[in-house]
């Protein structure tokens, strides 16, 4: 039989205005990665979150949605929004702790950068879109977010598959 | 378990080679992307000669390119095959027929697996 690291998953990384995500064929492949915008306000965009994730939902039908453990209030609020997207349809949402992230990439953790380097080195199909260093005087690119989402990903299987022989017992 | 295939992998060779919609629909031959976005989709089926360009494009079989949609017509005929073996084997009229019938069901057999024909 095959392990948890077959499964297709959609991993996400929210933020207060926009969400990147990654589709995982298994643990190895990345199928489609990108951004999604869902500002309010003056510049409100179009679509708003719920019917972009139901989208990606629909096209991908990933077995599992994995999200980052949400750190502030407004990521808490619009990940009840994923969750009920998700429960629509029937995909089980599985929460990644910044432990497990942090226990996935050590050893390259010194900062987001590398990290992201990490990551395209075992995705070379990710290496164009990875951006440059950031200057401190900067805003953060909204790529990294993309890498972060695959970050979650790789925890998600690194977590699952220490977990999945205990659960056989 | 693994998750059953999705019905095209054309966003992901795209995306993977790096190419837009609009430089792959060059390629194609069409106007702009729209058509490309359809396809990515699962909107539209591509015509076969659309289908065999990405074939060309993409350098990947076509069963990869399209594994989903080549899962699902593997069952359908699956289910024929068996239908068309019981078939065969219950029209035995004439000795012709049984010696046709026996090439037809060592045929399946052969190409379809043991499974069916494998109570003669």
Redo the contacts between chains.
């Keep these: ?2 392990g948890p690291e ?3 998953i959609l991993a996400l990384d929210v933020r207060p205005r926009s969400f990147a995500f990654v589709v995982f ?2 643990s190895r492949q990345v ?3 990108g951004a999604r915008s869902f500002r309010g306000g003056v510049n409100a965009v179009r679509i708003p979150l719920g019917p972009k994730v139901a989208r990606l939902l629909d ?5 599992v949605l994995v999200l980052k453990y949400p750190q502030t209030k407004t990521v808490k609020q619009i990940i009840q929004v994923i969750r009920k997207q998700a429960r629509a349809y029937k995909i089980p949402v599985r929460i990644v702790s910044p432990r497990v992230l942090q226990e996935t990439f050590i050893g390259h953790n010194r900062n987001k950068h590398q990290i992201a380097s990490a990551i395209a080195e075992r995705f070379p ?1 990710l290496l ?1 879109i990875l951006p440059p260093k950031r200057k401190p005087w900067q805003s953060e690119d909204y790529r990294m977010g993309i890498f972060d989402a695959v970050a979650v990903g790789i925890a998600y299987f690194a977590q699952e598959v220490t977990e999945s022989p205990s659960q056989t017992d | ?4 295939r ?1 019905e095209n ?1 054309l ?2 060779y795209r ?2 080679s ?1 190419l837009t919609q609009r430089e792959v629909a060059f390629l194609l031959g069409s106007k702009n992307g729209a058509q490309l976005s359809r396809y990515e ?2 909107r539209r089926l591509p015509p076969l000669r659309t289908a065999l360009a990405f074939e060309a494009i993409f350098k990947i079989p076509l069963a990869e390119l399209f594994a989903g949609l080549r899962e699902s017509v593997g069952r359908e005929i699956s289910g024929r095959i068996e239908k068309l073996d019981a078939d065969v084997q219950a029209h035995n009229n004439s000795k012709r027929q049984t010696r046709l019938n026996a090439r037809k069901r060592s045929w399946i057999a052969e190409h379809h697996g043991p499974d069916f024909s494998s109570n003669t």
């Design positions: 039989m095959e077959q499964q297709r064929e298994d199928l489609d990665w096209e991908y039908v990933p077995e199909e164009y | 378990m693994a998750s059953p999705l992998y966003r992901t995306k993977r790096g989709k699962q």
